[in-house]
């Protein structure tokens, strides 16, 4: 969680000091997250079909994980259209 915020914080600072060299270092961080993210979805996957996990519970995580990688995402690209609109 904190390493999400922190991302989206540098994300907004970013965009509102004009920080756009920081930008290409924002889509490595990006990458990162969203290779993590995709682990994460993966190994719970694999664990509820190895134990006998509550679906609801599991469903509600894998949903969050989903829409934390959107999140993420888009965030990226909203610097990148920004840092393209201002030059």
Known sequence: KE???GFLMRSRDIVENNKFDDVDALRKEE???KNKISKLRKEHIDLMHDENLNLNSSL???NLLQETQELIGSMRHASRAYR???D
């Open 3 to 5: 390493d999400v915020d």
């Open 31 to 33: 990458e990162n997250y």
């Open 60 to 62: 509600i995580y894998l």
């Open 84 to 86: 393209h609109f201002c």
